[in-house]
């Protein structure tokens, strides 16, 4: 922001010895926050289809799938993707559909990481 003097002896203030500093501001940007996604153990889904689910919306081969889908069986829970907030909302949003279509009781949350 540039000022200018308000008065000829402010002007000739300045010139004579007033020193100055240039001071430049610079804004960081923040990453945006991330979002785990999970998916929740219950007794109706077939693990078959919860390894469906992890192969097709969170790109895992067949033996990561069928690895994460024993720990979500064994543990009750497991956090299968931590992703931005649109990606994480939509992800959870593919599985809640195809698990309803499938009618299956098949829960998948996210919360803030």
């Known amino acids: 922001m540039m000022t200018f003097p308000t008065s000829m002896s402010d002007k000739h203030d300045r010139e004579d010895g007033g020193t100055g500093v240039a001071v430049e501001t610079r804004t960081?940007?923040?990453?945006?926050?991330?979002?785990?996604?999970?998916?929740?153990?219950?007794?109706?889904?077939?693990?078959?289809?919860?390894?469906?689910?992890?192969?097709?919306?969170?790109?895992?081969?067949?033996?990561?799938?069928?690895?994460?889908?024993?720990?979500?069986?064994?543990?009750?829970?497991?956090?299968?993707?931590?992703?931005?907030?649109?990606?994480?909302?939509?992800?959870?949003?593919?599985v809640m559909d195809l698990a309803r279509r499938h009618q299956h009781p098949l829960q998948c949350t996210m919360e803030r990481e």
Not at 36 to 56: A, C, G, I, Q, S
Not at 65 to 92: Q, S, W
């Open 28 to 94: 960081k940007t923040r990453r945006p926050p991330l979002y785990k996604v999970m998916l929740l153990n219950d007794d109706f889904t077939p693990m078959e289809f919860v390894v469906l689910v992890l192969e097709r919306f969170f790109g895992m081969n067949h033996a990561q799938a069928f690895e994460l889908m024993l720990t979500v069986h064994k543990k009750g829970v497991a956090v299968v993707g931590v992703f931005a907030f649109e990606i994480a909302e939509t992800k959870v949003g593919q």
